[in-house]
């Protein structure tokens, strides 16, 4: 059981926007930065979003972050099949003074 | 250009030992932290721990203190994993990655290596 908490998959047309969520707690997400990966199959994680909706250079802006109180949201705007992906929100968790992770999100293009 | 290369693919048997490599190069090593990751067959990311290469702290997560060792030998800029006696939960895939931000609360992995399969049978 992820401390983070992502829906298990989304599903979207091609062209079409999706949003991931990513629910924490006072402890977590509500007190510090939050950073999204995306994970190609068979692939290594990639850096999509650091400091809660920062891109890193070679991100399209197709791709944004926000965080409200103690919940993150990943949004993927004009949907290419390239984007099927799983992706993972993670931040620091001040109870545990270590890093977590969601429980990853599997994006479908349909 | 950073890079994080990882050692090969282990097979081992319970109860041996192993200890696994991650190799930088293209950034001053002993500045920012390593962080583990594992990745369990199927299954989603977990935050294993992270060593400073410049003090050799370590901080783990509390789901792994005790079960692996994390080191460093800034001589050669590698970071190290290793294990005492493995057991068939530790297959899995282990990732390390470099972390960024001006302090832990505002970490985020930039950089990450191409993972080590870990695989514990008999």
């Known amino acids: 059981q992820s401390v983070l908490t992502q829906p298990p998959s989304v599903s979207a047309a091609p062209g079409q926007k999706v949003t991931i969520s990513c629910s924490g707690s006072?402890?977590?997400?509500?007190?510090?930065?939050v950073s999204w990966y995306q994970q190609l199959p068979g692939t290594a994680p990639k850096l999509l979003i650091h400091?809660?909706?920062k891109r890193p250079s070679g991100i399209p802006d197709r791709f944004s972050g926000s965080k409200s109180g103690t919940s993150a949201t990943l949004g993927i705007t004009g949907l290419q099949t390239g984007d099927e992906a799983d992706y993972y929100c993670?931040?620091?968790?001040?109870?545990?003074?270590?890093?977590?992770f969601g429980g990853g999100t599997k994006l479908t293009v349909l | 250009e950073v890079q994080l290369v990882q050692s090969g693919a282990e097979v081992k048997n319970p109860g041996e030992s192993l200890r696994i490599s991650c190799k930088a190069s293209?950034?001053?090593?002993?500045?920012?932290?390593i962080g583990w990751v594992r990745q369990m067959p199927g299954k989603g990311l977990e935050w294993l721990g992270i060593?400073?290469?410049?003090?050799?702290?370590?901080q783990y997560s509390p789901s792994f203190q005790g079960q692996v060792t994390m080191s460093v030998d800034r001589s050669i800029s590698s970071a190290y994993l290793q294990w005492s006696s493995l057991r068939a939960s530790d297959t899995a895939i282990y990732y390390c990655?470099?972390?960024?931000?001006?302090?832990?609360?505002?970490?985020?992995?930039?950089?990450w290596g191409q993972g080590t399969l870990v695989t514990v049978s008999s």
């Open positions: 990655a470099r972390l960024s931000g001006p302090t832990l609360n505002k970490y985020y992995f930039d950089n």
């Open positions: 293209g950034y001053h090593f002993p500045g920012y932290w």
């Open positions: 060593i400073f290469p410049g003090g050799s702290q370590v």
């Open positions: 006072s402890s977590n997400v509500e007190s510090n930065y």
């Open positions: 400091d809660n909706d």
């Open positions: 993670g931040t620091w968790d001040n109870s545990v003074n270590a890093g977590v």
